[in-house]
């Protein structure tokens, strides 16, 4: 109890300043209903102790399951073993990422319900996987990490020609999705377990990270090949700005608390049936272990539930009518500058975060510190929110006008001039930044500013914002790896 309630108060923490965003604005340039703050406040409340029951569970279950993992698959000499583990772990462990379920709900309510939740979730989950197996047998087999990473990129980018408008942003927005609050620590801990095995102390530390930027990338291939199966035309994207509240304080969570009891459930039980079996066949832990272990992923769904549902009941609607009414004062500087502000604060409230660069950390003996990485990360996101913002109050500028620059910059940098084990961090930190927060309240910021445009198309324009989250810290990272490359190079110099 006292590990929950100290995590409690860390997420309580992190998820602070976006309340007080919030309330700044209520009480400044956006003026709430009382009943639409009052849901917001207790939608925070479910998202912080969801968060922090998630995060637990995370400690006690997931994070032991991708370590267990990682050490049965480098043990076993058979292709075959490994193909199988990294498609069924990836599938499954995507299927129950919150920040996907999210992202995946907010394309079918856009759309019309014209390009399903389920397909959606579905083809990412296949994609993710995919290219999670990808990587294990890289790590494996000890291929170079930017030479398979630049090739799926590429892949990537040749689906992309081909992809409808629309679909473009929604690809690379499920790149970030994809990996969030339940993924990035069993698959940071997978990396670590596969890594550890290894005799080249070096070679460990670099084939730590990555793991999760390579699986990121598998959701774009899941989207685009989907588009290129299904065509769907041109959507026009509608969104209802809700600015009253219902009439009832806990009515909407209480609607909310059964449906997202059943899909969570649906969207865990293969995680919880994935450890059984391998409990076993494979792992053979103690029976105090197992238990403890088991318990963690109850944690998880437990956590799971209450974050959907303070996000679905609270959150989303107020990061609606806030980035509708601030686009309505037709105050494009104004508009802009606080996307930079809240893109500043989001990072800071995101789990996943903290996971990577508390590992960053330990496996680099302290060299780099989280608060450097931390910081740099928050100034990536809040120069892809601000840049995204901008896309849609300025319509000559398109997505992909950001995306190839972007991620030439990004490839070049990896291939020509950042440090190998920066890569990895790189990539990861692209992939942690866009989590549940950033899905949920920058996403939904981002939506109400599209729809008060005029001349903006919610569907084309709003999507992309994730993968803005996503490509801009990559680039941040890679230039403190370049940073701290000379600043090593310097130390050695100095020393002879």
């Not at 009480?27 to 998630?54: D, E, K, N, R």
């Not at 199966?229 to 026009?236: A, L, S």
């Not at 942690?432 to 903006?456: D, N, R, W």
Request: proline share 3%.
């Amino acid at each position: 109890m006292h590990v929950l309630w100290h995590k409690f108060k860390e997420v309580l923490i992190a998820v602070a300043p976006v309340v007080v965003f919030v309330i700044i604005l209520n009480l400044t340039l956006v003026p709430l209903s009382g009943m639409l703050l009052l849901q917001f406040l207790i939608g925070s409340l479910f998202i912080a102790a969801g968060l922090a029951i998630l995060l637990l569970g995370v400690d006690v279950g997931i994070l032991p399951l991708g370590g267990n993992l990682g050490t049965v698959l480098v043990k076993s000499n058979k292709l075959w073993f490994i193909i199988a583990v990294g498609l069924i772990v990836g599938l499954f462990i995507n299927l129950a990422e919150p920040d996907m379920a999210v992202l995946a709900s907010e394309v079918s309510a856009v759309s019309g319900n014209v390009i399903p939740a389920f397909i959606i979730r579905m083809v990412v989950a296949g994609g993710a996987g995919t290219l999670l197996t990808v990587g294990i047998i890289r790590i494996v087999k000890g291929f170079p990490y930017r030479k398979v990473i630049a090739f799926a990129y590429a892949i990537a980018f040749l689906l992309a020609i081909f992809a409808s408008s629309d679909m473009l942003a929604i690809a690379f927005d499920s790149s970030g999705a994809a990996t969030g609050a339940v993924t990035v620590p069993l698959v940071l801990a997978l990396s670590a377990g596969l890594a550890s095995r290894k005799k080249d102390s070096l070679s460990a530390e670099e084939d730590s990270f990555g793991l999760v930027g390579l699986m990121a990338s598998g959701a774009i291939f899941g989207v685009l090949i989907m588009n290129l199966v299904i065509k769907t035309g041109d959507i026009d994207g509608i969104l209802e700005i809700h600015h009253a509240a219902s009439d009832s304080i806990f009515g909407p969570f209480l609607v909310e608390m059964p449906k997202v009891a059943v899909e969570t459930l649906i969207a865990t039980l293969p995680i919880i049936v994935i450890f059984v079996i391998f409990q076993y066949t494979k792992l053979h832990l103690h029976a105090a272990v197992f238990r403890r272990q088991f318990l963690g992923l109850i944690y998880m769904y437990i956590g799971l539930v209450l974050f959907f549902i303070g996000v679905n009941a609270g959150f989303m609607n107020v990061g609606n009518v806030i980035g509708h009414d601030l686009a309505m004062y037709d105050n494009n500087a104004l508009l802009i500058g606080l996307a930079f502000v809240l893109g500043f604060l989001i990072v800071l409230t995101e789990p996943a975060v903290y996971v990577l660069t508390h590992q960053i950390e330990n496996v680099t003996n302290g060299y780099i510190k989280r608060k450097t990485v931390l910081s740099f990360l928050a100034i990536g996101v809040a120069s892809a929110v601000t840049l995204s913002i901008l896309r849609i109050v300025v319509p000559d500028i398109q997505f992909w006008h950001y995306l190839l620059p972007g991620f030439v910059l990004v490839f070049v940098m990896a291939l020509f001039f950042t440090p190998k084990m920066f890569i990895g961090i790189a990539f990861d930190s692209g992939a942690v930044a866009s989590g549940p927060m950033s899905v949920t309240f920058i996403l939904a910021f981002s939506q109400g500013a599209s729809e008060a445009v005029e001349y903006s198309n919610v569907l084309v324009d709003s999507f992309g914002i994730i993968a803005m989250v996503t490509m801009m810290p990559v680039i941040a990272l890679q230039i403190l790896g370049i940073i701290y490359e000379r600043k090593r190079r310097g130390e050695h110099n100095g020393r002879i």
